[in-house]
């Protein structure tokens, strides 16, 4: 799979971080010097890594991640957004014109998957609706013409050719017989080179000017690796591109184009192309690939609500009232409240690699079952019962146990939880016998 190995090697040095809990300025350091060399090892250009790396130090040795509870956590998630952002943050679309048909060029080397992925489109929006049109540009590589056709077949989507003729002219027909036929969508799949030459730079730039495309889509091989850079600064700075389609990606690609092609030409990618077949085509969606990169799953979606949602200053003083063996129903009931605002029990584990699939629906149910019985037996509870739970005797027990509508045993093994919770408090906090404090797991 693409990335394999830099997804490994940014695992290490996040697991390396991990293990050392809390974390110096000269920690980050480190980890981010391996962060380089995983970036440059996968292709990725030296500037744009050189870059990214700056910026993540320069964030992740701030107050907010060096006095964080989970400075670790806080580093993957700075590195997480600043891949995204590298990537172009949001996911970029074709833009359609107000007046159809919206025109595509599509360009890049020879090889690069400039056919298929105009196939690919042509399904892609067919399937929204759009009423697309191929069109062979490609006049000189032998065949080019009749593999346009086999995959237009294959997607049922009409292809324009005029033979051998010349590319400019066939686009400029292409466009009125679309008019005539009422085809919303042209695609113009346009000749490549082994290298990008002079002559075929000219003959881009003329169906250009003569129509000018709304999308000017440059099809990148993403097994290139640092050519990638290359390429996509050359056709840009002739041609002006508006994104690019970025191939192959399901093959064992390092994936440095990814994450570099954005960066030095300020083009988003568009699409990426995941496999040989016309339907391997998925919309590029930055985040998504971040995550990826970093073998996180949804991990991330995870801390961040932790973030949003839960209170550190709360959480501390939680840990003290631990710490000091005067955790009392109240702290109970607000710490359960916080876990609800992270959403349902089962999408919150759900987020977690390795319990995500394995979970059943019915485990789910029945712990969040649980936790509301034990919300509505704390609420029936008197304030001073919360904080003194030494004093509910039989009779408040009853009473508890109807106004929550549960039974007295289970009110009873809340108490008893309440009173282990507080056993085992006290051992953590340093009950030991030799007066060694042990340490606060949290
Ligand atoms: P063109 O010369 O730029 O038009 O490139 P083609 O469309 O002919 O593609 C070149 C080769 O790459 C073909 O064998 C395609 O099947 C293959 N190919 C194109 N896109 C992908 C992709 O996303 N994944 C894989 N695995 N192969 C692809």
Redesign the pocket.
Known sequence: MAFEGLSDKLSAVFKKMRGKGKLKEADIKEAMREVRMALLEADVNYKVAKEFVAKVTERAVGDEVLESLTPAQQVIKIVNDELTSLMGETGARINFSSKPPTIVMMC???????????A?LALHFKNQGKRPLLVAC?VY?PA?ID?LKV?GAKVNVPVFEMGQANPVEIAKKAVSHAKDYGNDLVIL?TA?RLHIDQVLIEELQNIKAQVSPQEILL?I?SMIGQDAVNVASSFNEALGIDGVIL?????DTRGGAALSVRAVTGKPIKF?????KLE??EPFYPDRMASRILGMGDVLTLIEKAQTELDEKQALEMAQKMKQNSFDFNDMLSQMQQLKKMGPLSSVLGMIPGVAGKLKEEDAEQGEKQLQQVEAIIQSMTAAEREKPSLINPSRKRRIAAGSGTRVEDVNRLIRQHEQMQKMFRQMSGGSKKGKRRKMPF
Do not use: I, P
């Open positions: 890049g080397l020879q090889g690069s998957g400039k056919t298929t992925h105009s690919k490609d590589r080019a593999q995959v799949d490549g099809v091989d191939t192959k990606l399901d093959g990426v192309g995941m496999g040989e391997d085509l």
